[in-house]
């Protein structure tokens, strides 16, 4: 696993573009935050709110969102 951002409050950040490959973010208040473009390949998103995130044109491959909170899949 890349760097720990577990229970972190990311409500409203900007990560655009970031490379968050592997990241840690059980837990983490994401809401609203702005991942446009960032590459969250392999980030574990176990319980983490992700209501109104905006995760457009971002690599999600083996991301694991099923357990996340408030997850809408981009464009739906």
Do not use: C
Not at 55 to 70: I, S, W
């Amino acid at each position: 696993i890349g760097a720990s951002m577990r229970r972190t409050n990311l409500a409203g950040a900007n990560l655009q573009g970031a490379d968050l490959t592997r990241v840690d973010f059980t837990e983490a208040d994401l809401e609203a935050a702005n991942l446009r473009g960032a590459d969250l390949s392999g980030a574990d998103f176990t319980r983490a709110d992700l209501g109104d995130a905006h995760l457009e044109g971002g690599k999600l491959a083996e991301a694991r969102l099923q357990t996340a909170r408030n997850y809408r899949a981009p464009g739906a």
